[in-house]
Protein backbone atom coordinates (compact mmCIF):
# COMPACT_ATOMS: atom_id res chain seq x y z
CA UNK A 1 0.00 0.00 0.00
CA UNK A 2 1.14 3.47 -0.72
CA UNK A 3 0.38 5.27 2.23
CA UNK A 4 2.99 6.51 4.32
CA UNK A 5 2.61 7.96 7.48
CA UNK A 6 4.41 8.41 10.69
CA UNK A 7 2.95 7.01 13.68
CA UNK A 8 3.52 8.13 17.70
CA UNK A 9 7.50 6.32 18.11
CA UNK A 10 8.17 6.99 14.32
CA UNK A 11 8.81 10.85 14.41
CA UNK A 12 5.29 12.03 15.10
CA UNK A 13 5.41 15.82 16.47
CA UNK A 14 2.80 17.40 18.84
CA UNK A 15 1.92 20.55 17.56
CA UNK A 16 1.45 23.85 19.65
CA UNK A 17 0.92 26.97 17.31
CA UNK A 18 1.06 30.58 16.45
CA UNK A 19 -1.58 33.51 15.22
CA UNK A 20 -0.04 35.86 12.85
CA UNK A 21 -1.89 38.17 9.86
CA UNK A 22 -2.05 35.23 7.63
CA UNK A 23 -0.75 34.82 4.15
CA UNK A 24 -3.86 33.98 2.69
CA UNK A 25 -6.01 36.66 1.74
CA UNK A 26 -10.07 36.04 1.11
CA UNK A 27 -9.43 36.66 -2.47
CA UNK A 28 -7.28 34.14 -2.77
CA UNK A 29 -9.06 31.23 -1.66
CA UNK A 30 -12.21 30.58 -4.94
CA UNK A 31 -14.74 31.44 -2.17
CA UNK A 32 -16.76 32.54 -4.55
CA UNK A 33 -16.22 29.16 -6.89
CA UNK A 34 -18.18 25.88 -6.01
CA UNK A 35 -15.85 23.81 -8.22
CA UNK A 36 -12.90 24.72 -9.21
CA UNK A 37 -11.05 23.37 -12.15
CA UNK A 38 -8.94 25.89 -13.34
CA UNK A 39 -6.01 25.57 -15.72
CA UNK A 40 -2.85 26.57 -15.28
CA UNK A 41 -1.37 30.12 -16.43
CA UNK A 42 1.65 28.87 -19.10
CA UNK A 43 4.53 30.07 -17.20
CA UNK A 44 7.99 29.14 -17.25
CA UNK A 45 8.74 25.88 -15.24
CA UNK A 46 10.87 26.50 -11.76
CA UNK A 47 14.01 24.25 -12.26
CA UNK A 48 14.90 22.51 -9.23
CA UNK A 49 19.07 22.97 -8.43
CA UNK A 50 21.47 20.58 -6.24
CA UNK A 51 24.00 21.81 -4.98
CA UNK A 52 23.32 25.13 -6.71
CA UNK A 53 24.01 23.52 -9.96
CA UNK A 54 21.20 23.67 -13.09
CA UNK A 55 19.76 20.85 -13.95
CA UNK A 56 20.06 19.20 -17.19
CA UNK A 57 16.26 18.70 -17.74
CA UNK A 58 16.19 17.22 -21.11
CA UNK A 59 16.38 13.85 -20.29
CA UNK A 60 13.87 13.95 -17.16
CA UNK A 61 10.86 12.14 -17.33
CA UNK A 62 7.98 14.33 -18.42
CA UNK A 63 4.91 14.03 -16.50
CA UNK A 64 1.86 12.90 -18.71
CA UNK A 65 -0.92 15.45 -19.08
CA UNK A 66 -4.58 13.35 -19.10
CA UNK A 67 -7.79 14.30 -21.48
CA UNK A 68 -9.98 12.64 -19.04
CA UNK A 69 -9.30 10.85 -15.97
CA UNK A 70 -10.69 7.12 -15.74
CA UNK A 71 -10.94 6.39 -12.15
CA UNK A 72 -8.59 3.01 -11.26
CA UNK A 73 -6.16 3.72 -14.38
CA UNK A 74 -4.10 6.14 -11.89
CA UNK A 75 -2.09 5.56 -9.35
CA UNK A 76 -1.42 7.74 -5.91
CA UNK A 77 1.61 7.69 -4.00
CA UNK A 78 0.89 9.70 -0.54
CA UNK A 79 3.10 10.93 2.11
CA UNK A 80 2.93 12.19 5.51
CA UNK A 81 4.77 14.19 7.83
CA UNK A 82 4.32 15.67 11.18
CA UNK A 83 1.50 15.04 13.97
CA UNK A 84 -1.02 12.62 14.57
CA UNK A 85 -4.05 14.58 13.16
CA UNK A 86 -1.99 15.16 9.84
CA UNK A 87 -1.91 11.19 9.73
CA UNK A 88 -5.60 11.57 9.98
CA UNK A 89 -5.77 13.40 7.67
CA UNK A 90 -3.94 11.30 5.30
CA UNK A 91 -6.04 8.49 5.76
CA UNK A 92 -9.07 10.14 5.20
CA UNK A 93 -7.49 11.64 1.87
CA UNK A 94 -6.20 8.18 0.94
CA UNK A 95 -10.01 6.40 2.03
CA UNK A 96 -11.64 8.85 -0.66
CA UNK A 97 -9.31 8.48 -3.56
CA UNK A 98 -9.68 4.37 -3.09
CA UNK A 99 -13.30 4.78 -2.31
CA UNK A 100 -13.06 6.46 -5.96
CA UNK A 101 -11.35 3.90 -7.61
CA UNK A 102 -7.54 5.17 -7.60
CA UNK A 103 -5.07 2.97 -6.54
CA UNK A 104 -2.74 3.60 -4.00
CA UNK A 105 0.61 2.97 -4.51
CA UNK A 106 4.18 3.35 -3.59
CA UNK A 107 6.08 6.21 -4.97
CA UNK A 108 7.88 4.82 -7.88
CA UNK A 109 5.25 3.37 -9.56
CA UNK A 110 2.52 6.23 -8.94
CA UNK A 111 1.35 9.25 -11.73
CA UNK A 112 0.31 11.56 -8.91
CA UNK A 113 2.37 12.37 -5.27
CA UNK A 114 0.04 13.39 -2.47
CA UNK A 115 2.25 15.58 -0.16
CA UNK A 116 0.96 16.26 3.37
CA UNK A 117 2.91 18.68 5.32
CA UNK A 118 4.33 19.80 8.71
CA UNK A 119 5.39 23.28 9.52
CA UNK A 120 6.13 22.65 12.94
CA UNK A 121 10.25 22.30 12.04
CA UNK A 122 12.14 23.84 9.68
CA UNK A 123 14.22 20.46 8.91
CA UNK A 124 10.07 18.76 7.94
CA UNK A 125 9.80 21.69 5.41
CA UNK A 126 13.03 21.44 4.22
CA UNK A 127 12.71 17.44 3.21
CA UNK A 128 8.88 18.72 2.39
CA UNK A 129 10.50 21.01 -0.36
CA UNK A 130 12.93 18.42 -1.58
CA UNK A 131 10.41 15.74 -2.27
CA UNK A 132 8.24 18.15 -4.46
CA UNK A 133 11.14 19.19 -6.41
CA UNK A 134 12.04 14.81 -6.57
CA UNK A 135 8.63 14.18 -8.02
CA UNK A 136 8.64 17.21 -10.65
CA UNK A 137 12.30 15.73 -11.98
CA UNK A 138 10.71 12.45 -12.04
CA UNK A 139 7.88 13.46 -14.23
CA UNK A 140 5.53 12.72 -11.34
CA UNK A 141 1.97 15.15 -10.87
CA UNK A 142 2.19 16.63 -7.51
CA UNK A 143 -0.28 18.20 -5.18
CA UNK A 144 0.58 19.15 -1.65
CA UNK A 145 -1.29 19.26 1.31
CA UNK A 146 -0.61 20.38 5.44
CA UNK A 147 0.35 23.18 7.31
CA UNK A 148 2.95 24.22 5.35
CA UNK A 149 1.11 25.39 1.66
CA UNK A 150 -1.82 26.50 3.90
CA UNK A 151 0.14 28.97 6.38
CA UNK A 152 2.18 30.24 3.39
CA UNK A 153 0.50 28.98 -0.01
CA UNK A 154 2.73 32.34 -1.48
CA UNK A 155 6.21 30.69 -1.24
CA UNK A 156 7.78 30.06 -4.42
CA UNK A 157 8.75 26.48 -4.73
CA UNK A 158 4.58 26.05 -4.32
CA UNK A 159 3.77 27.80 -7.47
CA UNK A 160 1.75 26.77 -10.02
CA UNK A 161 1.34 23.45 -7.72
CA UNK A 162 -2.31 22.00 -6.82
CA UNK A 163 -2.96 22.54 -2.77
CA UNK A 164 -5.72 21.14 -0.72
CA UNK A 165 -6.54 23.40 2.14
CA UNK A 166 -6.25 21.40 5.88
CA UNK A 167 -10.14 22.16 5.81
CA UNK A 168 -10.70 20.68 2.38
CA UNK A 169 -9.76 17.16 2.73
CA UNK A 170 -13.17 16.09 1.81
CA UNK A 171 -12.47 17.53 -1.69
CA UNK A 172 -9.38 14.98 -2.68
CA UNK A 173 -10.58 13.46 -5.42
CA UNK A 174 -11.53 16.79 -7.28
CA UNK A 175 -8.06 18.30 -6.50
CA UNK A 176 -6.21 14.81 -7.68
CA UNK A 177 -8.59 14.51 -10.64
CA UNK A 178 -7.86 18.29 -12.21
CA UNK A 179 -3.88 18.28 -11.31
CA UNK A 180 -3.91 15.15 -13.87
CA UNK A 181 -5.22 16.95 -16.51
CA UNK A 182 -2.73 19.60 -15.97
CA UNK A 183 -4.50 22.28 -13.83
CA UNK A 184 -3.41 23.79 -10.92
CA UNK A 185 -6.09 24.26 -8.20
CA UNK A 186 -5.97 25.90 -4.95
CA UNK A 187 -8.43 24.92 -2.22
CA UNK A 188 -7.53 26.60 0.84
CA UNK A 189 -10.59 28.46 2.11
CA UNK A 190 -11.94 28.22 5.75
CA UNK A 191 -15.29 25.93 6.20
CA UNK A 192 -18.02 27.42 7.52
CA UNK A 193 -21.56 26.44 8.31
CA UNK A 194 -24.28 28.85 8.67
CA UNK A 195 -21.22 31.78 8.67
CA UNK A 196 -19.37 29.77 11.43
CA UNK A 197 -16.03 28.22 11.26
CA UNK A 198 -16.20 24.58 11.93
CA UNK A 199 -13.21 22.50 12.85
CA UNK A 200 -13.30 20.89 9.30
CA UNK A 201 -14.16 17.91 7.02
CA UNK A 202 -17.04 15.74 8.09
CA UNK A 203 -15.48 12.56 10.29
CA UNK A 204 -17.31 9.78 8.77
CA UNK A 205 -15.18 10.27 5.45
CA UNK A 206 -13.76 6.67 4.12
CA UNK A 207 -10.47 5.75 5.34
CA UNK A 208 -7.24 3.70 4.68
CA UNK A 209 -5.34 3.39 8.14
CA UNK A 210 -2.11 2.98 8.07
CA UNK A 211 -2.77 0.24 10.99
CA UNK A 212 -5.98 -0.79 10.55
CA UNK A 213 -6.50 -1.70 14.19
CA UNK A 214 -6.13 2.10 15.44
CA UNK A 215 -8.68 5.32 14.60
CA UNK A 216 -7.14 8.57 15.41
CA UNK A 217 -10.00 11.03 16.09
CA UNK A 218 -9.34 14.83 15.50
CA UNK A 219 -11.74 16.03 18.30
CA UNK A 220 -10.72 19.95 17.67
CA UNK A 221 -8.39 21.78 14.84
CA UNK A 222 -6.93 24.83 15.91
CA UNK A 223 -5.78 26.18 19.38
CA UNK A 224 -6.32 29.56 22.00
CA UNK A 225 -2.75 29.77 22.10
CA UNK A 226 -0.43 32.58 21.35
CA UNK A 227 2.95 30.99 21.40
CA UNK A 228 5.58 33.12 19.59
CA UNK A 229 7.69 30.09 18.48
CA UNK A 230 5.45 27.89 16.15
CA UNK A 231 3.79 28.69 13.52
CA UNK A 232 0.62 25.88 12.93
CA UNK A 233 -2.08 28.33 14.06
CA UNK A 234 -1.15 30.46 10.80
CA UNK A 235 -2.59 27.28 8.98
CA UNK A 236 -5.19 25.40 11.70
CA UNK A 237 -6.43 28.96 13.14
CA UNK A 238 -8.31 29.17 16.04
CA UNK A 239 -9.76 26.60 18.15
CA UNK A 240 -13.04 24.55 16.23
CA UNK A 241 -14.90 21.91 18.16
CA UNK A 242 -16.47 18.47 16.35
CA UNK A 243 -19.49 18.35 18.08
CA UNK A 244 -19.51 15.31 21.05
CA UNK A 245 -22.14 13.58 18.69
CA UNK A 246 -20.07 13.42 15.60
CA UNK A 247 -16.96 12.03 17.34
CA UNK A 248 -18.82 9.45 19.44
CA UNK A 249 -20.31 8.08 15.90
CA UNK A 250 -16.56 8.14 14.77
CA UNK A 251 -15.63 5.89 17.17
CA UNK A 252 -18.96 3.48 16.81
CA UNK A 253 -17.71 3.71 13.59
CA UNK A 254 -14.29 2.66 13.77
CA UNK A 255 -14.82 0.20 15.72
CA UNK A 256 -17.61 -1.52 13.55
CA UNK A 257 -14.55 -1.76 10.91
CA UNK A 258 -12.39 -3.36 13.31
CA UNK A 259 -10.64 -0.87 15.39
CA UNK A 260 -9.57 -1.95 19.00
CA UNK A 261 -7.87 1.51 19.94
CA UNK A 262 -8.83 5.23 19.54
CA UNK A 263 -6.44 7.90 19.33
CA UNK A 264 -8.02 11.54 20.23
CA UNK A 265 -5.29 14.04 18.46
CA UNK A 266 -5.84 17.99 18.02
CA UNK A 267 -3.63 20.80 18.37
CA UNK A 268 -4.61 20.95 21.88
CA UNK A 269 -7.21 18.52 23.07
CA UNK A 270 -7.81 20.36 26.54
CA UNK A 271 -8.98 23.09 25.10
CA UNK A 272 -12.02 21.17 23.19
CA UNK A 273 -15.54 22.28 23.20
CA UNK A 274 -14.64 25.51 24.93
CA UNK A 275 -16.06 27.13 21.63
CA UNK A 276 -19.36 24.73 21.60
CA UNK A 277 -20.34 24.76 25.05
CA UNK A 278 -18.78 21.59 26.05
CA UNK A 279 -15.52 20.69 27.54
CA UNK A 280 -12.86 17.37 27.27
CA UNK A 281 -14.58 15.70 30.35
CA UNK A 282 -17.70 15.71 29.06
CA UNK A 283 -16.44 14.14 25.72
CA UNK A 284 -14.22 11.65 27.24
CA UNK A 285 -17.05 10.69 29.92
CA UNK A 286 -19.26 9.77 26.67
CA UNK A 287 -16.67 8.35 24.63
CA UNK A 288 -16.35 5.32 27.32
CA UNK A 289 -19.85 4.29 27.19
CA UNK A 290 -19.24 3.57 23.66
CA UNK A 291 -15.39 1.58 23.85
CA UNK A 292 -16.06 -2.34 23.50
CA UNK A 293 -14.88 -4.61 26.16
CA UNK A 294 -10.79 -4.98 25.85
CA UNK A 295 -10.63 -2.36 23.69
CA UNK A 296 -8.83 1.46 24.73
CA UNK A 297 -8.84 4.87 24.44
CA UNK A 298 -5.74 7.10 23.98
CA UNK A 299 -5.99 10.96 25.19
CA UNK A 300 -3.83 13.00 22.93
CA UNK A 301 -1.66 16.33 23.88
CA UNK A 302 -2.88 18.79 26.23
CA UNK A 303 -1.47 22.14 27.36
CA UNK A 304 -1.23 22.89 30.85
CA UNK A 305 -3.61 26.02 30.86
CA UNK A 306 -6.49 23.82 29.74
CA UNK A 307 -6.52 21.05 31.72
CA UNK A 308 -5.86 22.99 35.21
CA UNK A 309 -9.60 23.54 35.79
CA UNK A 310 -11.00 19.66 34.57
CA UNK A 311 -7.86 17.76 36.58
CA UNK A 312 -10.30 16.17 39.03
CA UNK A 313 -12.28 14.76 36.24
CA UNK A 314 -9.53 14.06 33.90
CA UNK A 315 -8.36 11.73 36.92
CA UNK A 316 -11.41 9.71 37.16
CA UNK A 317 -11.67 8.74 33.24
CA UNK A 318 -7.76 7.80 33.45
CA UNK A 319 -8.37 5.51 35.80
CA UNK A 320 -11.24 4.01 33.86
CA UNK A 321 -10.41 0.27 32.61
CA UNK A 322 -10.56 1.40 28.89
CA UNK A 323 -9.04 4.27 28.88
CA UNK A 324 -4.96 4.66 28.96
CA UNK A 325 -3.34 6.35 32.08
CA UNK A 326 -1.41 8.57 30.14
CA UNK A 327 -1.15 12.05 29.18
CA UNK A 328 1.20 14.39 27.34
CA UNK A 329 1.77 17.53 28.80
CA UNK A 330 4.27 19.75 27.00
CA UNK A 331 6.04 22.20 29.08
CA UNK A 332 8.33 23.25 26.69
CA UNK A 333 10.47 24.96 29.62
CA UNK A 334 11.53 24.74 33.22
CA UNK A 335 11.90 28.66 33.37
CA UNK A 336 8.65 31.21 34.22
CA UNK A 337 10.86 33.68 32.06
CA UNK A 338 10.88 31.72 28.73
CA UNK A 339 8.00 30.01 29.15
CA UNK A 340 6.66 34.15 29.42
CA UNK A 341 8.66 34.83 26.17
CA UNK A 342 7.06 31.94 24.65
CA UNK A 343 3.40 33.20 25.76
CA UNK A 344 2.81 30.02 26.84
CA UNK A 345 -0.06 31.25 29.29
CA UNK A 346 1.32 28.97 32.49
CA UNK A 347 4.07 28.84 34.88
CA UNK A 348 6.14 26.09 36.48
CA UNK A 349 3.88 25.40 39.45
CA UNK A 350 0.76 25.21 36.79
CA UNK A 351 2.66 22.34 34.96
CA UNK A 352 4.16 20.63 38.50
CA UNK A 353 0.68 20.91 39.78
CA UNK A 354 -0.55 19.19 37.11
CA UNK A 355 1.72 16.11 37.06
CA UNK A 356 1.78 15.84 40.93
CA UNK A 357 -2.33 16.11 41.07
CA UNK A 358 -2.50 13.42 38.47
CA UNK A 359 0.22 11.15 39.60
CA UNK A 360 -0.60 10.99 42.86
CA UNK A 361 -4.53 9.89 41.87
CA UNK A 362 -3.92 7.64 38.44
CA UNK A 363 -1.39 4.41 39.56
CA UNK A 364 1.61 4.93 37.20
CA UNK A 365 0.41 7.01 35.26
CA UNK A 366 2.67 7.83 31.65
CA UNK A 367 3.87 11.38 31.90
CA UNK A 368 5.03 12.69 28.47
CA UNK A 369 6.56 16.55 27.68
CA UNK A 370 8.35 18.30 25.91
CA UNK A 371 10.96 20.37 26.19
CA UNK A 372 12.87 23.59 23.58
CA UNK A 373 16.61 23.77 23.87
CA UNK A 374 17.64 27.33 23.23
CA UNK A 375 14.92 29.52 22.97
CA UNK A 376 16.14 33.05 21.90
CA UNK A 377 16.13 33.99 25.69
CA UNK A 378 16.88 31.15 27.30
CA UNK A 379 19.65 32.48 29.87
CA UNK A 380 22.17 29.95 31.83
CA UNK A 381 19.87 30.02 34.97
CA UNK A 382 16.96 29.29 32.80
CA UNK A 383 18.18 26.34 31.15
CA UNK A 384 19.64 24.89 35.06
CA UNK A 385 15.56 25.26 35.66
CA UNK A 386 14.71 23.06 32.90
CA UNK A 387 17.51 20.20 33.87
CA UNK A 388 15.91 20.74 37.29
CA UNK A 389 12.62 20.35 36.52
CA UNK A 390 13.61 17.18 34.43
CA UNK A 391 15.74 15.70 37.04
CA UNK A 392 12.44 16.10 39.35
CA UNK A 393 10.02 14.26 37.37
CA UNK A 394 12.26 11.70 35.37
CA UNK A 395 10.07 11.52 32.46
CA UNK A 396 9.91 8.25 30.44
CA UNK A 397 8.87 10.29 27.41
CA UNK A 398 10.98 13.17 26.78
CA UNK A 399 10.39 15.14 23.28
CA UNK A 400 13.96 17.08 22.94
CA UNK A 401 13.69 19.41 20.40
CA UNK A 402 16.22 22.52 19.80
CA UNK A 403 14.63 25.65 18.48
CA UNK A 404 13.72 26.85 15.04
CA UNK A 405 13.14 30.19 13.87
CA UNK A 406 9.77 29.32 12.25
CA UNK A 407 9.33 32.33 9.54
CA UNK A 408 6.57 35.07 10.42
CA UNK A 409 6.81 34.13 14.25
CA UNK A 410 7.53 36.18 17.08
CA UNK A 411 10.42 34.14 18.18
CA UNK A 412 12.02 34.29 14.51
CA UNK A 413 12.87 38.15 14.89
CA UNK A 414 14.39 37.54 18.06
CA UNK A 415 18.37 37.59 18.54
CA UNK A 416 19.39 33.91 18.58
CA UNK A 417 21.65 31.62 20.57
CA UNK A 418 25.05 30.51 19.21
CA UNK A 419 24.35 27.30 17.99
CA UNK A 420 27.35 25.71 19.65
CA UNK A 421 25.78 26.52 22.89
CA UNK A 422 22.28 25.16 21.78
CA UNK A 423 23.66 21.59 20.89
CA UNK A 424 25.61 21.79 24.67
CA UNK A 425 22.59 22.68 26.17
CA UNK A 426 20.56 19.90 24.16
CA UNK A 427 23.31 17.14 24.91
CA UNK A 428 23.62 18.01 28.59
CA UNK A 429 19.47 17.45 28.78
CA UNK A 430 19.49 14.30 26.23
CA UNK A 431 22.63 12.94 28.51
CA UNK A 432 20.29 12.96 31.87
CA UNK A 433 17.34 11.58 29.94
CA UNK A 434 19.57 8.43 28.86
CA UNK A 435 21.13 8.44 32.50
CA UNK A 436 17.93 6.60 34.17
CA UNK A 437 16.12 3.81 32.46
CA UNK A 438 12.36 3.73 34.06
CA UNK A 439 11.08 0.31 33.40
CA UNK A 440 14.27 -0.99 35.14
CA UNK A 441 13.47 -3.60 37.95
CA UNK A 442 10.25 -4.93 36.36
CA UNK A 443 11.47 -8.11 35.46
CA UNK A 444 8.78 -10.86 36.09
CA UNK A 445 5.87 -8.20 36.28
CA UNK A 446 2.60 -9.30 35.28
CA UNK A 447 0.40 -7.26 32.91
CA UNK A 448 -2.54 -7.31 30.40
CA UNK A 449 -1.39 -5.71 27.08
CA UNK A 450 -3.56 -4.83 23.79
CA UNK A 451 -1.23 -5.74 21.04
CA UNK A 452 -2.05 -3.26 18.32
CA UNK A 453 1.51 -2.59 16.26
CA UNK A 454 4.58 -4.03 14.89
CA UNK A 455 8.09 -3.03 16.45
CA UNK A 456 10.40 -0.33 13.57
CA UNK A 457 12.86 -3.55 13.43
CA UNK A 458 10.28 -5.45 12.12
CA UNK A 459 11.02 -8.53 14.79
CA UNK A 460 8.48 -7.81 17.75
CA UNK A 461 5.11 -7.55 18.30
CA UNK A 462 4.25 -4.47 20.08
CA UNK A 463 1.31 -4.56 23.47
CA UNK A 464 0.56 -1.65 25.47
CA UNK A 465 -0.33 -1.79 29.06
CA UNK A 466 -2.72 0.22 30.83
CA UNK A 467 0.09 2.75 31.78
CA UNK A 468 0.62 2.83 28.11
CA UNK A 469 3.70 1.10 28.65
CA UNK A 470 5.82 -0.33 25.67
CA UNK A 471 6.10 -4.18 25.52
CA UNK A 472 7.61 -6.09 22.93
CA UNK A 473 6.27 -9.65 21.89
CA UNK A 474 7.31 -12.38 20.29
CA UNK A 475 5.26 -12.13 16.57
CA UNK A 476 2.92 -15.14 17.11
CA UNK A 477 -0.16 -15.97 14.58
CA UNK A 478 -3.40 -14.05 15.13
CA UNK A 479 -1.78 -12.28 18.12
CA UNK A 480 -2.33 -8.43 16.55
CA UNK A 481 -5.81 -6.73 17.91
CA UNK A 482 -5.90 -9.34 21.04
CA UNK A 483 -5.13 -8.63 24.80
CA UNK A 484 -2.72 -10.89 26.38
CA UNK A 485 -1.30 -11.62 29.71
CA UNK A 486 2.39 -11.10 29.73
CA UNK A 487 5.34 -11.61 32.25
CA UNK A 488 8.32 -9.26 31.73
CA UNK A 489 11.70 -10.90 31.26
CA UNK A 490 13.95 -7.63 30.00
CA UNK A 491 14.53 -4.07 30.23
CA UNK A 492 15.62 -1.39 27.87
CA UNK A 493 15.43 2.52 27.73
CA UNK A 494 12.39 2.44 25.87
CA UNK A 495 10.24 -0.47 26.56
CA UNK A 496 10.18 -4.17 27.62
CA UNK A 497 10.33 -7.49 26.85
CA UNK A 498 7.87 -10.25 27.74
CA UNK A 499 6.24 -13.63 26.86
CA UNK A 500 2.90 -14.59 26.46
CA UNK A 501 1.46 -16.42 29.93
CA UNK A 502 -2.25 -17.59 28.31
CA UNK A 503 -2.48 -20.61 25.31
CA UNK A 504 -4.47 -18.91 22.19
CA UNK A 505 -7.76 -20.47 22.83
CA UNK A 506 -7.69 -17.72 26.30
CA UNK A 507 -6.18 -14.55 24.28
CA UNK A 508 -9.64 -11.72 24.27
CA UNK A 509 -10.08 -10.19 21.17
CA UNK A 510 -12.28 -6.85 21.34
CA UNK A 511 -15.90 -7.32 21.73
CA UNK A 512 -16.49 -4.51 18.89
CA UNK A 513 -17.95 -7.42 16.69
CA UNK A 514 -19.35 -9.31 19.52
CA UNK A 515 -21.27 -6.46 20.05
CA UNK A 516 -22.17 -5.56 16.56
CA UNK A 517 -23.17 -9.51 16.01
CA UNK A 518 -25.64 -8.92 19.38
CA UNK A 519 -26.67 -5.84 18.41
CA UNK A 520 -27.93 -6.70 14.21
CA UNK A 521 -29.20 -10.28 16.56
CA UNK A 522 -31.46 -7.79 18.70
CA UNK A 523 -32.30 -5.33 15.86
CA UNK A 524 -33.49 -8.54 14.26
CA UNK A 525 -35.01 -10.39 17.08
CA UNK A 526 -37.14 -6.68 17.81
CA UNK A 527 -37.70 -6.69 14.10
CA UNK A 528 -39.09 -10.13 14.42
CA UNK A 529 -41.58 -9.46 17.47
CA UNK A 530 -42.71 -6.46 15.48
CA UNK A 531 -43.71 -8.47 12.33
CA UNK A 532 -45.39 -11.55 14.90
CA UNK A 533 -47.27 -8.71 16.71
CA UNK A 534 -48.81 -6.73 13.22
CA UNK A 535 -49.33 -10.50 11.84
CA UNK A 536 -51.74 -11.47 15.10
CA UNK A 537 -53.60 -8.09 14.83
CA UNK A 538 -54.30 -8.73 11.09
CA UNK A 539 -55.81 -12.22 12.20
CA UNK A 540 -57.37 -10.78 15.04
CA UNK A 541 -59.50 -8.34 12.44
CA UNK A 542 -60.16 -10.75 9.94
CA UNK A 543 -61.28 -12.99 12.66
CA UNK A 544 -63.72 -10.41 13.81
CA UNK A 545 -64.38 -9.40 10.20
CA UNK A 546 -65.59 -13.20 9.42
CA UNK A 547 -68.04 -13.26 13.00
CA UNK A 548 -69.61 -9.72 11.84
CA UNK A 549 -70.17 -11.20 7.88
CA UNK A 550 -71.31 -14.78 9.61
CA UNK A 551 -74.05 -12.30 11.89
CA UNK A 552 -74.83 -10.29 8.92
CA UNK A 553 -75.46 -13.97 6.70
CA UNK A 554 -78.17 -14.57 9.25
Excluded at 171 to 198: C, F
Excluded at 466 to 492: D, F, H
Aim: glycine letters at 6%; one cysteine or more; charged letters at 25%.
Amino acid sequence: MGLEVNLPGNDIDDIEDLISSGDVKPRERYETKKNVTVRAKKRNQIKPALNGADVDTDNQPQKTIYKSVIPGTQKVYVKTWGCAHNNSDSEYMAGQLAAYGYNLSDKDDADLWLLNSCTVKNPSEDTFRNEIELGMRNGKHVVVAGCVPQGAPKADYLRGISVIGVQQIDRVVEVVEETLKGHSVRLLQNRKVNGRRVAGAPLSLPKVRKNPLVEIISINSGCLNQCTYCKTKHARGDLASYSPAEIIERARQSFDEGCCEIWLTSEDTGAYGRDIGSSLPELLWQLVEVIPEHCMLRVGMTNPPYILEHLEEVAKVLQHPRVYAFLHVPVQSGSDCVLGDMKREYCRKDFEHVVDFLRARVPGLTIATDIICGFPTETEQDFEDTMSLCKKYRFPSLFINQFFPRPGTPAAKMERIPANLVKKRTKRLTDLFYSYEPYQGREGQIYMVLVTEISHDKLHYVGHNKNYEQVLLPMRENLLGTSVRVRITATSKFSMMGVILDDERNWTRCDNNNQHTQQTSDNRSSRGQRFIGIAFILATIAFLLQLLFRFLSH
